[in-house]
């Protein structure tokens, strides 16, 4: 019984530079892209389908396009109509989903396209009706300017996207990162990628372990062909069950009162169960989730959440005061137990005067965040997190 996932992997890691992460990512939403509503959870708020909302970010030549582009091979080339166009108005939107059921993988290589076509004033309703669709609703309607109506059932659509964290960060400032679009997103985050350069990728590799992943996805395809019934509804084993409501207890103690970082583990929780199904019925062709589902799920959440705590805690920042702070605590943080000196922060830093430096140094000390090392002649600044480890 083939492994869909490993398959992709085999596909994607070799022959080609971008992250491993990448890959992981891309392959879990090209996967949950063509199992669409093959597999469901029926929850008290509506059912829960592998739909992905995936957002690579790293600097540009990390190869975001590239993975997203394998991701797009796979889909396309197991079924060409679930590609979507990327630029659209709500009402156009709406048509296009309605005639693919509801189903579809739209891809963004520069996320900024998508912000900015949500920012236009005829698109101001964008934002608002991908939000509402993450949830998968039952129905959602549109009144179109001829006077008719459009209606989507269980709209299940997955979306990649790619950013650099700078962008990243200028559009999702503190107010707008607490609102219900950014926290639907699993983020990956890499600041180099994890691969040898490769001078000559070969295409003949590629194209047979591509053909294979189409091959084994048409067959699950033609396997479960049921959707939205009572016969393909995921099941629990027991010990899954437990080990998903204990994480989800241990999550909730652990960030439930972090008004920045909860909602985005809330979503995170959902899409736990959503790469469940994906891997259940990708690796075993079943319906019955097992320990080992979650736990595959539970590392990408995982990765993702650890991504934003970093971002939210190194990155944003309401003032430039703050957001030299932060890229302080970010320098010292990567430094380690050594620390750094004040000339080694004057280099790298975010400024290079002693005077408006020392001021910032003073502040991080004052909070508590950091503390002075003497070893010999030479004064180290050291994160206390990084000597509590």
Same mark, same amino acid.
């Given at each position: 019984m083939a492994d869909i996932l490993s398959l992709y992997d085999a596909y994607a890691q070799e022959n080609n530079e971008a992250p491993t992460r990448f890959h992981t990512y891309c392959g879990a939403a090209a996967v949950g892209t063509i199992i669409g509503r093959r597999i469901h959870l029926p929850m008290a708020f509506g059912n829960v389908y592998p739909a992905l909302w995936v957002c690579l970010v790293g600097p540009s030549g990390v190869m975001k396009s590239s993975a997203i582009n394998m991701a797009l091979a796979v889909v396309s080339r197991t079924n060409e109509e679930w590609v979507l166009p990327n630029k659209f108005s709500v009402e156009k939107l709406y048509q296009i989903l309605s005639e693919k059921d509801g189903l579809g993988i739209i891809a963004y290589r520069e996320f900024n396209l998508l912000l900015a076509s949500m920012s236009r004033e005829f698109n101001s309703e964008l934002k608002g009706t991908l939000t509402d669709w993450w949830d998968c609703p039952y129905t959602s309607s549109h009144a179109t300017k001829g006077g008719g109506t459009v209606t989507v059932k269980?709209? #299940?659509m997955t979306i990649l996207a790619g950013s650099t964290p700078e962008w990243l960060t200028t559009a999702a400032q503190t107010k707008d990162i607490r609102g219900g679009f950014y926290p639907r997103w699993l983020y990956a985050i890499v600041e180099r990628t994890d691969k040898e350069s490769v001078a000559l990728p070969m295409v003949e590799?590629?194209?047979k372990r591509r053909n294979s992943v189409v091959m084994h996805l048409q067959e699950l395809m !033609?396997?479960?062909?049921?959707?939205?019934? *009572?016969?393909?509804? #995921?099941?629990?084993?027991q010990k899954a069950k437990t080990d998903y409501e204990t994480l989800y207890d241990t999550e909730r103690r652990k960030w439930g009162s972090h008004d920045l970082v909860w909602p985005f583990v809330r979503r995170g929780l959902n899409y736990v169960l959503r790469l469940a199904m994906i891997s259940c019925l990708a690796r075993r062709k079943t319906y019955d989730i097992a320990p080992d589902d979650i736990t595959w799920a539970w590392e990408l959440v995982h990765g993702s959440i650890m991504d934003v705590v970093n971002l939210? *805690?190194?990155? $944003?920042a309401d003032t430039k005061t703050d957001a030299h702070l932060n890229k302080l605590r970010k320098l010292l943080r990567n430094a380690g137990e050594r620390g750094m000196t004040f000339r080694e922060l004057q280099q790298r830093g975010p400024v290079r005067q002693s005077r408006w430096l020392q001021p910032l140094m003073h *502040?991080? !000390?004052? $909070?508590?965040?950091?503390? $002075?090392v003497k070893e010999q002649k030479t004064q180290y600044f050291v994160l206390n997190e990084n000597t509590q480890k």
């Open positions: 269980n709209p #299940a590799p590629d194209r !033609r396997m479960f062909r049921e959707e939205n019934t *009572t016969k393909n509804i #995921a099941r629990f084993e939210t *805690t190194y990155e $944003l *502040t991080l !000390r004052e $909070l508590g965040d950091v503390q $002075l």
